[in-house]
């Protein structure tokens, strides 16, 4: 298993509401990308308070058995006391009211994908040179697609794609997606948040990891890509080949 990640604050915003966490080994094989919301720099608190608070959850109890129950377990305790902390921050000061943040996770254990997701980053596994979307975002513009009110292509360009149904720390309950699947030798998990979504489109995705071969430089491309295609949002992306 081998894997790449790159952040950027693009080419409109004065700041960097993402964040992300990638082990330093295998021992904890945790992937996490974050997008927070909030003005005066509260997204980013909220973003690095979920990741931090997440990291630790999965450290604190490394030493359990890591069967697939356990690990589901641990991704809704952690994302739940994320949560809360947030949310208790939120309430705390007026300039952090109303912040929150996505949370998209994968733990990877035996050949299987345990995924925990709210909000619109995703989670992507790129398979026989397709790129297959894993999770589902919790958007307005997806509730809109899913009862049929506007199609795929007008999903693109709604005025109000960038509304949210569900984020970490805006209130006092959470509601969150666990998806679980298997993986083989050669396919690539691909987290990342809506900066590069809403900026480059899945088929470029899929020609970037089909082409590039270090998976640290297919990172650096899609970055690249989606600040040239306008870089309205800040980008990060999490690329794991096993």
Same mark, same amino acid.
Not at 164 to 179: H, K, Q
Not at 191 to 210: A, E, F, P, W, Y
């Given at each position: 298993?081998?894997?790449?990640?790159?952040?950027?604050?693009?080419?409109?915003?004065?700041?960097?509401?993402?964040?992300?966490?990638?082990?330093?080994?295998?021992?904890?094989?945790?992937?996490?990308?974050?997008?927070?919301?909030?003005?005066?720099?509260?997204?980013?608190?909220?973003?690095?308070?979920?990741?931090?608070?997440?990291?630790?959850?999965?450290?604190?109890?490394?030493?359990?058995?890591?069967?697939?129950?356990?690990?589901?377990?641990?991704?809704?305790?952690?994302?739940?006391?994320?949560?809360?902390?947030?949310y208790?921050?939120s309430?705390?000061?007026?300039?952090?009211?109303?912040?929150?943040?996505?949370?998209?996770?994968a733990?990877?254990?035996?050949?299987?994908?345990?995924?925990?997701?709210?909000?619109?980053?995703?989670?992507?596994?790129?398979?026989?040179?397709?790129?297959?979307?894993?999770?589902?975002?919790?958007?307005?513009?997806?509730?809109?697609?899913?009862?049929?009110?506007?199609?795929?292509?007008e999903?693109?360009?709604?005025?109000?794609?960038?509304?949210?149904?569900?984020?970490?720390? @805006? !209130?006092?309950?959470?509601?969150?997606? #666990?998806?679980?699947?298997?993986?083989? $030798?050669? +396919? *690539?998990?691909?987290? =990342?948040?809506?900066?590069? @979504? !809403?900026?480059?489109?899945?088929?470029? #995705?899929?020609?970037?990891?089909?082409? $590039?071969? +270090? *998976?640290?430089?297919? =990172?650096?491309?899609?970055?690249?890509?989606?600040?040239?295609?306008?870089?309205?949002d800040?980008?990060t992306?999490?690329?794991?080949?096993?």
């Amino acid at each position: 298993m081998v894997s790449g990640a790159m952040t950027d604050v693009g080419m409109v915003r004065d700041n960097n509401q993402d964040s992300y966490f990638v082990p330093v080994n295998e021992d904890i094989p945790l992937f996490v990308v974050a997008d927070g919301m909030g003005g005066h720099k509260a997204g980013e608190i909220a973003s690095n308070m979920a990741i931090n608070i997440i990291k630790d959850t999965f450290l604190k109890l490394k030493t359990l058995p890591m069967d697939e129950i356990s690990i589901t377990k641990l991704i809704e305790q952690s994302i739940k006391e994320a949560n809360e902390k947030i949310y208790l921050k939120s309430i705390e000061k007026e300039a952090y009211s109303g912040m929150g943040t996505t949370v998209t996770l994968a733990y990877i254990t035996n050949h299987k994908l345990c995924i925990g997701h709210v909000g619109d980053s995703r989670a992507y596994l790129f398979k026989d040179e397709n790129l297959i979307q894993i999770t589902e975002d919790h958007s307005l513009v997806n509730e809109l697609v899913k009862n049929g009110s506007i199609t795929l292509e007008e999903a693109k360009t709604h005025p109000q794609r960038n509304i949210i149904t569900r984020a970490v720390g @805006t !209130s006092e309950t959470i509601e969150m997606d #666990i998806v679980v699947r298997e993986y083989e $030798e050669g +396919n *690539i998990l691909l987290l =990342c948040s809506d900066g590069l @979504t !809403s900026m480059v489109k899945d088929s470029q #995705i899929q020609d970037i990891l089909s082409k $590039e071969k +270090n *998976i640290q430089k297919a =990172c650096e491309n899609l970055v690249s890509l989606s600040n040239d295609n306008g870089g309205y949002d800040n980008t990060t992306v999490i690329a794991i080949k096993f």
